[in-house]
């Protein structure tokens, strides 16, 4: 399965292949963490250190790297077809 998109972040690679989000340590131990709406494409990411944003051109995501939780951003007010993002500050 194609690779879609890779981020490192305090020792933790995070891999998106297909529509499966991954963690991977430093074993190589790989653990699924959410499942997106498409399975290629372009996928964009940034991280603040509390969460991961993923957009892939439909939808928006984001990954709680302390409580582990992965969910679709449902807000009215989210962009209608993100391509890229970013994160300005964390506050």
Known sequence: MPGRNLL???DVLYAV???TLYSL???YDETERG???????YLSSATNG???LYVDGENGWTYD???EAFAQITDVYFPANPIVCG????T
Request: no cysteine.
């Open 8 to 10: 490192s972040y305090n």
């Open 17 to 19: 292949a297909g529509d």
């Open 25 to 27: 340590i430093d074993n």
């Open 35 to 41: 499942t997106f709406d498409t399975t290629s494409g």
């Open 50 to 52: 509390l969460i991961i």
């Open 65 to 67: 790297i302390d409580s």
């Open 87 to 90: 994160i300005l500050d964390n």
